[in-house]
């Protein structure tokens, strides 16, 4: 299935007949969606793992990304929002994420009302249709272009183990059907109208499928069954950038017959010496920063080699020895030469330097997230899928909050990438056992320890206030 999958991606029959591409250098991207892109429930959404990967890889595009969800949102809400919320003007490209909302669930959950209401059924779907397109001639009217709008399928699977035997419930099931069947037209629409389409809920029910035969209480969703979990939000926004086509390595050396090769990375005196090699190294990004959400999700999804790349490959060591890589002096793993032969990949370890700075770049994206959180939840208050409660007035000065606080976070984490890439470091590789010159952990050019210092009290800072916030959200 997931070679199908792909091979139905690679020849475009997912994408909605376009070309799907990276965000471009200064866009401003709303992603629209109900309670999945609001994600209240979850202190890591997908819009802010795709932050924290575009700012780290691409640091001098400096985009823009609004999460622009609203918990309870149907499309008319959305619809609605895009003229009311100021959040949502001045957007270059617009995700639409909707649909679970927006699907009359009685028509299926309840066994009286389900039987005959086939024609309400299709209606439902058709009014969904209607919506998208209302949408989208929003979005043109402001600018954006056809192909800078994307659809998604619903984030859920079309089916589902729960571990507790509810996946035979009829009710269930029929529920189910009824999500797969707002997928397709959500396909359908980007297929005719020539948008990209970003394909959730497949590649959901896929997994679905794949953890029930292991383990029938494993899945990537919250006790409701319906909205993914931390580990599913990840897993949303790797498929979002697989899709896109955005995955690509934060650099890649290559050694050979005393040769040195790199994308995405400038590197210089090279000295091999028989044990060990050292040589000076620039890249061009950082991996991004990588949590222990990050590493739980990848016990079950296994995706943060494909996420985050920064490869060593080493070819004519002794393939049974061991060999250390420092950088600036620091040790930060050991592998064999048959490892090294194959390629390492050093981007997730917590003692590469860069993973250091990421990391700091990443407890600003959790401050930048509480600030959205706060702004989302008074535009959902301002609406039915709230209280009500929040005035025009109110939801103004919110924004004017928000927006200053975002663009601080912004810049400084920009600031900050941009700064780290900037530096030289020195990479050595050393056979166990042997002695190695001085000169191969030299710290080349500027004084690291003098730049590690301001990120170290950034990332103590910033992991106070959000120690803060979660405290007083768990007291709720």
């Given amino acids: 299935m997931r070679r199908f999958l792909l091979c139905l991606l690679a020849a475009g029959m997912l994408t909605g007949g376009i070309r799907r591409e990276t965000f471009q250098k200064g866009n401003v991207v709303g992603f629209f969606g109900d309670?999945?892109?609001?994600?209240?429930?979850?202190?890591?959404?997908?819009?802010?793992?795709?932050?924290?990967?575009?700012?780290?890889?691409?640091p001098k595009e400096e985009m823009e990304f609004r999460n622009l969800g609203v918990g309870g949102a149907q499309l008319s809400d959305g619809l609605e929002l895009y003229r009311e919320d100021p959040a949502s003007s001045g957007l270059q490209k617009a995700v639409l994420e909707y649909g679970i909302n927006d699907l009359k669930k009685y028509l299926y959950e309840e066994t009286g009302a389900y039987d005959g209401s086939e024609e309400e059924r299709k209606e439902n779907i058709e009014d969904f249709e209607e919506n998208l397109g209302a949408f989208l001639k929003l979005l043109e009217e402001d600018g954006i272009e056809k192909e800078g709008v994307y659809i998604a399928s619903l984030p859920v699977p079309s089916r589902v183990n729960s571990g507790t035997g509810t996946e035979s419930?009829?009710?269930?099931?029929?529920?189910?059907?009824?999500?797969?069947?707002?997928?397709?037209?959500?396909?359908?629409?980007?297929?005719?109208?020539?948008?990209?389409?970003?394909?959730?809920?497949?590649?959901?029910?896929?997994?679905?499928?794949?953890?029930?035969?292991?383990?029938?209480?494993?899945?990537?969703?919250?006790?409701?069954?319906?909205?993914?979990?931390?580990?599913?939000?990840?897993?949303?926004?790797?498929?979002?950038?697989?899709?896109?086509?955005?995955?690509?390595?934060?650099?890649y050396v290559k050694i050979l017959e005393g040769r040195i090769e790199s994308e995405n990375a400038k590197v210089s005196n090279l000295h091999c010496k028989e044990g060990y090699l050292y040589y000076d190294y620039r890249a061009d990004?950082?991996?991004?920063?990588?949590?222990?959400e990050y590493r739980q999700a990848d016990e079950s999804l296994h995706i943060l080699d494909k996420l985050n790349r920064e490869i060593i490959q080493v070819q004519d060591l002794e393939a049974e020895a061991v060999y250390d890589i420092y950088i600036n002096g620091e040790q930060v793993g050991s592998y064999t030469g048959a490892e090294f032969a194959e390629g390492v990949n050093i981007a997730n370890v917590s003692e590469n330097p860069s993973q250091r700075f990421a990391r700091a770049v990443e407890q600003m994206n959790r401050g930048r997230r509480v600030e959205e959180l706060a702004y989302r939840k008074k535009v959902q208050d301002f609406t039915d899928c709230g209280s009500g409660r929040v005035t025009k007035e109110e939801l103004l000065e919110a924004y004017k909050v928000w927006r200053e606080k975002d663009?601080?976070?912004?810049?400084?984490?920009?600031e900050l990438v941009q700064g780290q890439i900037e530096v030289t470091q020195r990479v050595a590789v050393v056979r166990q056992g042997v002695e190695a010159p001085e000169a191969a952990f030299a710290v080349p050019g500027r004084d690291y320890k003098k730049i590690i210092l301001p990120v170290l009290f950034l990332f103590a800072a910033a992991a106070a206030v959000f120690c803060v916030v979660r405290k007083k959200r768990k007291q709720r």
């Fill in 35 to 58: 309670s999945i892109t609001h994600a209240e429930y979850s202190e890591i959404n997908y819009t802010h793992v795709l932050y924290n990967y575009y700012v780290t890889h691409l």
């Fill in 169 to 251: 419930d009829p009710a269930l099931l029929r529920t189910r059907e009824g999500f797969r069947l707002m997928s397709e037209a959500a396909r359908g629409f980007a297929q005719e109208e020539g948008l990209p389409l970003i394909e959730f809920q497949e590649p959901l029910t896929e997994l679905a499928e794949t953890f029930s035969g292991a383990d029938p209480e494993r899945n990537l969703l919250c006790e409701d069954y319906l909205h993914p979990d931390t580990n599913g939000q990840i897993y949303l926004a790797y498929l979002f950038l697989e899709q896109q086509g955005a995955l690509e390595d934060v650099s």
């Fill in 285 to 292: 990004r950082l991996p991004m920063g990588i949590s222990h």
């Fill in 407 to 414: 663009e601080e976070y912004r810049k400084n984490m920009y």
